[in-house]
């Protein structure tokens, strides 16, 4: 079972994708900030990290670039509502919100089924 991390300061978009992800099949764990983050991204083992860009401190820019440093492996997807902000070079895949989680999780499995052709 992959293991999902949704960092998201706005708890109802946390529990919606939460309650959606682990009804799709996924283990789901959440952050409400990125400094929480990159916490338990530290100290814990995600195959997938979904951010925010605008969070209360350390935004969702810069939790990519440390995820990108510290684990080559994990996909990283950055949600925006202001999607100029994203710096898309450090993800492997972006959604502007709103956004469909049916689609994003399609696109989550698409990403693995490559990953899985390409090994």
């Known amino acids: 079972m992959q293991t999902i991390l949704v960092i998201d300061d706005e708890r109802p978009i946390r529990n919606m994708m939460y309650q959606a992800f682990t009804k799709f099949g996924y283990h789901v764990e959440t ?17 997938v990290v979904i951010t925010d860009i605008r969070l209360p401190d350390i935004d969702g820019n810069e939790v990519a670039a440390h995820i ?52």
């Not at 952050?31 to 083992?45: L, P, T």
């Not at 990283?76 to 972006?94: A, E, N, P, Q």
């Open 68 to 119: 990108r440093v510290s684990d080559k492996t994990a996909v990283v997807i950055g949600i925006s509502g202001t999607g100029w902000l994203l710096k898309k070079d450090r993800f492997d895949l972006t959604f502007s919100k709103p956004f469909s989680l049916l689609e994003l999780n399609l696109a989550i499995k698409a990403f693995f089924s490559e990953q899985t052709k390409a090994a």
């Open 31 to 47: 952050a409400e900030n990125g400094r929480d983050g990159i916490k338990m991204f530290d100290d814990g083992c995600y195959d």
